[in-house]
């Protein structure tokens, strides 16, 4: 079945930003950290503790990618007040690296989440082989109904009677 | 769709960023020959560290490394 694009009904209604003093949201006021230096350090201490540290190895290993662990801390970061959306940008390889790194010290088995798209995932693949089974069964044929015509005698200058 | 997670993009880019800066940093092999004219080099441009991006650069270039030891014993 084709993926059908679904509404975002959970998106945000039209003025919803509005409803809220200017200001008042911490990602709306001038950022704690301005510098990419500023932020990994404030990103790199948090990442050595133990307590993240184990968080983090329990989220890889139940297959959540790297890349979207990284996204979702920036992203906070960015809606706490920490830094601005750009400064989250840029820290976003360097928080990938810092995570992978983590997980090749830990020595556990991770996605990193920048594998290729192109891979077909197992159970789509046994998905389109049933169906192709399904297409190529052999079905009953209906009753004979190629009419056979009376042959007919070869006429012509060469033909043999 | 719109896009959520701009991670791999960012991510690839870098990777193509460095990748590309390695092989201009290689070392031309010396040319030796009757026909050859010495010119003198020109002094390579220093990285701009004052641009984010190369400062990003060079961070992650350094954590990959300590990977790659890590992950090669």
Do not use: C
Not at chain 2, 4 to 27: G, H, M, S, V, W
Not at chain 2, 31 to 53: C, F, H, Q, T, W
């Amino acid at each position: 079945m084709a993926d059908i694009p679904q509404p975002l009904l959970d998106a945000p209604i039209p003025g919803q930003s509005l409803t809220a003093e200017f200001g008042a949201r911490p990602w709306q006021s001038p950022p704690q950290y301005a510098t990419i230096e500023e932020a990994l350090d404030y990103y790199i201490p948090r990442l050595q503790s133990d307590e993240v540290t184990a968080q983090l190895l329990d989220v890889l290993e139940m297959g959540i990618p790297v890349t979207v662990v990284a996204n979702t801390m920036q992203l906070g970061s960015v809606m706490e007040g920490k830094h601005t959306v750009d400064v989250g940008m840029l820290a976003l390889p360097v928080l990938t690296e810092l995570i992978m790194l983590i997980a090749d010290t830990a020595k556990i088995k991770y996605t990193t989440g920048l594998e290729d798209d192109s891979k077909l995932r197992g159970s789509l693949i046994d998905r389109a082989v049933e169906e192709f089974k399904q297409t190529t069964e052999p079905t009953e044929e209906p009753e004979d109904t190629v009419v056979k015509t009376e042959e007919q005698k070869p006429k012509g200058l060469m033909a043999r009677n | 769709m719109p896009l959520t997670d701009p991670t791999p993009i960012i991510y690839q880019n870098l990777n193509n960023a460095l990748d590309l800066a390695e092989r201009n940093n290689k070392p031309e092999p010396e040319k030796k020959g009757l026909l050859y004219s010495p010119k003198v080099n020109k002094p390579k441009e220093d990285v701009d560290a004052s641009n984010p991006m190369n400062r990003v650069a060079s961070y992650v270039s350094k954590i990959r490394n300590l990977r790659n030891e890590i992950s090669n014993g």
